[in-house]
């Protein structure tokens, strides 16, 4: 049984497409109406790291963020995906110094830093990456913080089970509009649990988040849009997006050709985006759908575009450094309302 | 306008598939009979590498590769996509010696070997990557010694107005069952004039390749199965594909989910198949898939299927080596015969 999914981006080579990606899109309002689509708004698909903010939630409503003394520096790492830089790594080790524990707790794994420099110093250093690198060690600190604070096993934190875990599945059910049994699971990259979402219902979540007509809510969407360096790193599309427009745009991209967005709409209600490629390419398949939807959105002026324009299209180049071919968007959202 | 195809893999996680890669398949045997087929037929895709056995055909049905006096072994490397081992490296060097010409001549580019023994030897020796290194390169001083037995320019050989190109091209067409002006062109990775066929036509070419009713077909295809190692190298897919069904099977992956195949039928007509995945995801989305064309088609028996496991199916293990999910492929090839 294949995805109900369409054509989204095409790569050309010498005047016809090569390659395709396809995928589907939901963008929802905060009231949870259905704005616009292509294929599939039922499609249920895992969020991966786009359900971070949704994770970081529960540490912040619980007042356990207050009463850690978390930064909202702080708070915007343990909501994103980092790239390993100095800063992130520094804000992860202070979480856990304020929650009194070590990287030892953490039990993400390991991997290099995403970025280069990083990677290279620890190279030139000949020195390991360690939990502390891995993308997912602020989320995963948030939740030792969660469970500290409830004085809950911080040994059993990623089992689906557990009293933090259960607590980030219901508050994610309630913001999509459905019920907890509703929410697929599966082991994420990072071995956390990991959740299955209709896109509308991810895209409801994401409308709410970013809507912020509570507190919690609030508190996140802010601390992502006023850190964006935190939620991902330098060169890549959540920070230069958020940076592009600033507060007006929550954005959270996850593996497998995932992305969750929230926007900001004057007098009237956030609009919430969920995107799955349905071949699970993020980079080629992902980021120029992306940059589409908000342009056709209306989200993104020429000023924005032009920064976000690597994003958007690119040439393909061979061995020999000749431009032979082009990956751009290609596809219309329709429009419910 | 999105590609005609039917989803071919599908990529598990915790009880439901998170993505999927589509494509199309044309089985064809040597008389130009659809046997079999997913997705549409009819569609044109470029061949990329998968075009290397018929970019070498002319140098042999010229009379010129026994003139230069090349190996079975070379005639392979010329008809491959090799990993720049050793063996790969000094078989490219010789060819280019009977042509009396230098590396500089070659014109595909540089980058570091596939073969991840032969990248680490030139890292350890301080050593830069030659053009003799690029994946391409066989093929590359093939076309040279095309141009040198003619008495052509060996500059401008990549013009696709030269007449080694020219030629190349008229006998892909005409294997195809298709006329010239009916191949679409574009530039390859390494330079070379690249060539869109249907995939009916190619999947043809390959048919008629492996019959092997005429002498110059019949060298092409029983290089490529006599030096399987020639044509791609350890651990590689065409590699293992021909050692696991002996002169049986004339395998050659292209780039963007390309693969070409030609299978020798005991008293009857060869069959071709060519297949496209659409994402161009050759890895994740092409080898379960040529291992499920062939399993359908009874070409791999238990051993065979046994000895191919890792390209077949795998897990997916996380950054603490969890198993949480799983690639495989899911399709029924359509019988027209």
Known sequence: MAFETEALVEVWRGGRVESEHRGAIAVVDANGQVIAHVGDVDLVSYLRSSAKPFQLLPLVESGAADR???TDAELAVIAGSHSGEPRHVAAVQSILDKVGLSEDALQCGVHMPFNAEAAQALRVAGREPTALHNNCSGKHSG???QAVDRGLSIHAYLDPQHPVQVTIRQRLAELGGITVDEIGMGVDGCSVPCFALPLRAAALAFARLTDAREDGLRRVSRVMM???EMVAGE???DTDLM?????RLVSKGGAEGYHGMGIVVKDGPALGVAIKIADGDGRRGGHPVVIEVLRQLGVLDEAALAQLQSYRTWPITNHRGLEVGEVRANFSLIRDV
Chains 1, 2 share one sequence.
């Open 226 to 228: 006023a850190y964006p």
């Open 68 to 70: 850690l003394g978390f």
């Open 143 to 145: 939740m030792l913080a």
């Open 243 to 247: 940076r592009a427009v600033p507060n």
């Open 235 to 237: 060169g890549r599309l």
